[in-house]
């Protein structure tokens, strides 16, 4: 079995001496593992193709425990994340991240389309890093089946109150009048900000703005959320975390 598609390289494993397997994340087929024969060598035409984080257009076939990257040209290499090591340690979770919640043999455009604008937006370097990790991280949770009921109050159906809860177990909001006592209010700004990352346009997901203490919130309320279904510790997430105390 042949396939052509297009893909970013969210995952590399250096197998043996010279080979590397490799996770593709494509909107045809979900995820792809692939090897890639003698990678590390100096004279393969793959090298520079199939390093992390190149979006490109592979060949492949299928191998007895894997497909094989038969030949791969680079679209978009993100060299500029390799200048920043703050940038490129979030990019690296949110590539587990979609290793987490994407599936092989199970389309995934919007949640490559996703991550391929977060990147161009941490190579540019013109957008807080807290708007870009808080909008990547809740939208693909919806992308991967865990969109949280944000549209009004889940007991009284009130659309908005000066305060309301965003209620992490549950996944749903509720206003002030009605809040579940274990969880803390928030600003309506957070609430309408958590609205906004789960409903609008992919391509407009990030074009929000919020006061430091607002983001500060939306930051740790996304993050909760996501670790709430999510049952393993995120490494890359720990690093990231540890570079920007």
């Known amino acids: 079995m042949k396939l052509t598609t297009k893909g970013l390289i969210i995952r590399q494993q250096t197998i043996g001496e010279s080979d590397t397997l490799v996770t593709l994340l ?9 090897f890639v024969r003698r990678a590390k060598s100096i004279k393969s035409q793959n090298l520079s193709a199939t390093s992390l984080f190149v979006y ?3 060949s492949l076939y299928r191998g007895r425990d894997a497909y094989v990257i038969d030949s791969a040209e680079p679209i978009e290499i993100f060299f500029e994340l390799r200048s920043d090591i703050e940038r490129l340690s979030l990019a690296q979770y949110f590539a587990q991240l979609a290793y987490f919640l994407s599936a092989e043999e199970q389309p995934a455009p919007d949640t490559l389309r996703l991550l391929l604008n977060a990147l161009h937006l941490l190579c540019k370097g013109e957008k807080d890093c807290k708007i870009i990790k808080a909008a990547c991280e809740m939208r693909m949770l919806c992308l991967g089946g865990f969109m949280p009921d944000v549209l009004a109050c889940a007991d009284c159906g009130a659309y908005e109150d000066e305060r309301m809860v965003f ?11 009605c809040k579940n006592e274990s969880a803390a209010a928030v600003p309506m700004s957070v609430i309408t900000a958590i609205r906004y990352i789960c409903l609008a346009d992919l391509k407009k997901v990030f074009s929000f703005n919020l006061s430091d203490e607002n983001l500060a919130t939306l930051s740790d309320l996304c993050e909760k959320y996501m670790y709430s279904h999510i049952d ?4 890359t997430l720990e690093f990231y975390k540890s570079l920007i105390k």
């Not at 494509?26 to 692939?34: E, H, M, P, Q, S």
């Not at 393993?232 to 490494?235: A, D, E, G, Y």
Request: hydrophobic letters at 25%.
């Open 56 to 58: 490109g257009e592979f």
């Open 167 to 177: 209620d992490i177990d549950e996944g749903c909001i509720y206003c002030d009048s």
């Open 26 to 34: 494509t909107g045809d087929y979900g995820l792809v593992r692939a």
């Open 232 to 235: 393993s510790k995120l490494t």
